[in-house]
Each structure stands twice: as structure tokens, then as C-alpha cells.
């Protein structure tokens, strides 16, 4: 029983690295969120909506990178992977009974988005974490914002910012000024309800903030 054990843990190892590691080269064709969201939109009687166009790291707005950085992940780029210090202070606010906060890095909502299914449990965080660390180990930061800017979630059956863009802007990711990146950037966390076409009050406050950080960040590589 151990013997077989040990040969799935190491068949398990082996392949999620060989996978995450195939990655680092060829984008990801799909994730489990979008297969989600094509479902439910089946299930309420909607057409099939799956827009996305990748763009790679060097064609993205050096804008759009600032905005993700000062609005999901200051401390990307020194971080490997975990930003304790957000982890801290999001269990502090939860502890005072304040809106529930994760403080996950870029890496981590990457690791979430690729490699794993949507919902929350320990057992998901659990594998979150190992993911996180393989592309922390296997991937370049600049890898890592690239996928995570082509994949997330960005509106309804919209993912990535070449597709967020053309909807919302009618024009490329290439091309974003700080205004329009600190906006995709600010809807991240509820991109389903908010939108940079019809931003809330919100929506208004949270791009001030990321606009704000930009210009803090903005001797911070990103090359």
C-alpha cells in the first residue's frame, strides 16, 4: 500500500511539473473558469460567448502591466510567489469583521486560473500554494503577468485584456493610456457585475487608488 502510494505521489509530482512547465512555453488553451462560464450561460439560455485573443508579454501596454501591479500585486516582483505581509494584513481586516479579504499575489490567482477549478476549499488552497511555487520556480515574472493578463476573467464571457480592450475601448491592449488600464485593472475583483463601460462609484475609487500606485511603481521593471 505505501509502495503504491509512493508511485502516485511521485507520477503526481512529475506530471503537474511537466505540465506547468509546458506552460512556460505554450499558452493555455483553456481554463476551468471559462468552461464554467460557458456552461451557466448554456444553462440560462444564452448563445456561446468565449472572446479571447492572446498578445505576448512585449505587446502588452506597459500601462496595462503598472495597473496590475499597483492594483492586484505591489510586490510582485520581488515576492516569490506569497506576499506575507498582505496575508497578514487581510486576516487582520478579516478579523475585525470587515469584508473578506485574501491577499493573494498574481502568482496565486495564476496558479487558480490555469491550473485549477473554480470554488473555494482547503483542499484547492492546498493545491494553489503547490502550483504557485512550481511557476515561481518554472516560469519568469514576466511569463507570469503574460498569462495572467491573457486569461483572467474580464467581463461576461470576456477574458484577457486583448479582449476586454477591443470591447470596451474598440481598440488594442497595446495601446491603453493609464486612465483605461487603471480602469480593467480596478473591475478585477467583480468583473461580472462591474465594468469599465458603466463604472460605479466604486469602480471610480478604486481607479483613483491604482492610478495613484502607478506613479509610486513607475521605477519599477518590468522589462
Not at 171 to 183: D, V
Amino acid at each position: 500500500m505505501f509502495s503504491i502510494l509512493k508511485k502516485i505521489i511521485f507520477s503526481f509530482l512529475i506530471l503537474t511539473s511537466a505540465w506547468v512547465f509546458l506552460y512556460r512555453f505554450v499558452n493555455p488553451p483553456i481554463t476551468w473558469l471559462m468552461v464554467q462560464r460557458s456552461m451557466e450561460r448554456q444553462s440560462d439560455g444564452k448563445s456561446f460567448k468565449m472572446e479571447r485573443k492572446w498578445l505576448n508579454y512585449d505587446q502588452l501596454s506597459t500601462n496595462l502591466k503598472r495597473a496590475a501591479l499597483a492594483g492586484e500585486d505591489a510586490a510582485f516582483m520581488d515576492h516569490w510567489g506569497f506576499d506575507f505581509k498582505a496575508i497578514q494584513r487581510a486576516y487582520e481586516k478579516n478579523q475585525r469583521g470587515r469584508r473578506v479579504s485574501g491577499g493573494s499575489t498574481i502568482t496565486q490567482q495564476t496558479a487558480k486560473n490555469v491550473f485549477l477549478w473554480p470554488g473555494r476549499s482547503w483542499v484547492r488552497k492546498g493545491f494553489e500554494a503547490y502550483f504557485t511555487v512550481l511557476i515561481e520556480v518554472l516560469w519568469s515574472k514576466q511569463r507570469t503577468l503574460e498569462v495572467y493578463l491573457n486569461v483572467i476573467e474580464m467581463g461576461n464571457g470576456i477574458y484577457g485584456a486583448e479582449a476586454a480592450t477591443q470591447a470596451y475601448y474598440g481598440k488594442s491592449a497595446q495601446s491603453l493610456s493609464k486612465g483605461q488600464a487603471a480602469m480593467l485593472v480596478a473591475v478585477l475583483p467583480n468583473p461580472l457585475r462591474w465594468s469599465p463601460a458603466k463604472p460605479n462609484s466604486k469602480v471610480y475609487f478604486r481607479q483613483a487608488l491604482i492610478l495613484r500606485n502607478m506613479s509610486r511603481l513607475r521605477k519599477v521593471p518590468l522589462d
